[in-house]
């Protein structure tokens, strides 16, 4: 079965700053890997997603993530963070033949002015 | 309105009470989704509905009770719920279901007294 380890449960960086949210996944096939926000009192909004093709995904609000299939990992990245991107960041896969997306825990990013 | 919206957004009830959660998509979608989000656990998924026909039930005790009329709307009936069912309800909806984005809606804070 799937499952996506967030190992950082809080980050936090300076406004201007650069940042690189971690996700690593378990399937044995290329699964279907996402990366969704949500802010406070608020649902999930998906900022990006890979199915296949270029590793390198750009998203909304201008975050990318990088696909690496030798490390299992999905890795969410934005050159400079603005106050804004304060939430909470959650990563998640569904399996090629399965409907079942499953989340990792999310990782809370705070920002300092 | 557009997207996904949820009612009540607040909800506080007794154990013995039963109210329902309400869940409406404007996207077209046919695949809905209800999840559990609790404070330090992962988001749970709890049900999925596909063109109306349940597909899956993720263990979810009987004192939830989900209902699926048509594929724009999605309830979840509760009744003698426990404190610990106290979390953010989250309604989903995509366009098929595998592997394609959610939409989330804002959620619905259940406090079980």
Redesign the interface.
Known sequence: AQSVTQPDIHITVSEGASLELRCNYSYGATPYLFWYVQSPGQGLQLLLKYFSGDTLVQGIKGFEAEFKRSQSSFNLRKPSVHWSDAAEYFCAVVGDRDDKIIFGKGTRLHILP | ETG?T?TPRHLVMGMTNKKSLKCEQHLGHN?MYWYKQSAK???E?MF?Y?FKEQ??N?SVPSRFSPECPNSSHLFLHLHTLQPEDSALY?C?SSLG???N???????TRLTVL
Request: negative net charge.
């Open positions: 996904v949820q695949a656990k992962p988001l998924l999925v596909n597909t899956e993720n989250l989903a279901s595998a592997g984005e959610q939409f989330f809606g804002p959620g």
